[in-house]
Each structure stands twice: as structure tokens, then as C-alpha cells.
Nanobody, 121 residues
Framework: QVQLVESGGGLVQPGGSLRLSCAASGRTFSGYAMGWFRQAPGKEREFVAAISGAGASTRYADSVKGRFTISRDDAKNTVYLQMNSLKPEDTAVYYC??????????????WGQGTQVTVSS
């Protein structure tokens, strides 16, 4: 069983920044792709960003490209999402997810409980 625990969410003004963290436990972290998803009120959960098991490859949703950066620290079993130039439309619950393999293909198999990000003045 894999446990994923997100942290770092909160209230931020438009144009501000936040860094989300996701601590993983329960299996070997390195070598597995990780991702971030989000769900706004009344909307379906959507993909935000993903990083391969080796950290060499990343992928971003068009809506966050150039503003968000995903990274990982395998020594700490942690994946991060640095969010800059935040907009009100980034408001959502953000979920960390783990894929079954080293590449971010298909649907993740493990999910965290989510952390709220609210962008408002």
C-alpha cells in the first residue's frame, strides 16, 4: 500500500506563488512516475503535471505551462509542484498521484487526500 500526503496549500493573492509537496511512503519511490491533478468546484478532476520515474521527462497541462514546475527529490520520497503567477482559475483541490510505472501513462493508481489552493484577493 502506498500513502501520499500533500501539503502546502492555502490562500494566495492573484500573481502569487505556492509550493505544494507530496510525501510518499509504503513502496520504493524512485523509478515511479508521479503526477499532480486538481478539481475545482463543480468540475471534473483534471491533469496538471507529471514527472517520470527518473525525473528526465515532464508534462504539463496547457493551462499551467510556463507557470508551474513539477520536480522530485527521491532521497526525500517527495514530489513538488511550484506554482507561480497564480490565477483565480487555479483555485481547486490539488491531488498528488502515483503511477504504476516509470512513465506517466494511463491513470495513476494511488492518490493523496488533496490540499486546497485558493487564489483570491
Amino acid at each position: 500500500q502506498v500513502q501520499l500526503v500533500e501539503s502546502g496549500g492555502g490562500l494566495v493573492q492573484p500573481g502569487g506563488s505556492l509550493r505544494l509537496s507530496c510525501a510518499a511512503s509504503g513502496r520504493t519511490f524512485s523509478g515511479y512516475a508521479m503526477g499532480w491533478f486538481r478539481q475545482a468546484p463543480g468540475k471534473e478532476r483534471e491533469f496538471v503535471a507529471a514527472i517520470s520515474g527518473a525525473g528526465a521527462s515532464t508534462r504539463y497541462a496547457d493551462s499551467v505551462k510556463g507557470r508551474f514546475t513539477i520536480s522530485r527529490d527521491d532521497a526525500k520520497n517527495t514530489v513538488y509542484l511550484q506554482m507561480n503567477s497564480l490565477k483565480p482559475e487555479d483555485t481547486a483541490v490539488y491531488y498528488c498521484a502515483a503511477y504504476r510505472a516509470a512513465i506517466f501513462y494511463g491513470t495513476p493508481v494511488y492518490w493523496g487526500q488533496g490540499t486546497q489552493v485558493t487564489v483570491s484577493s
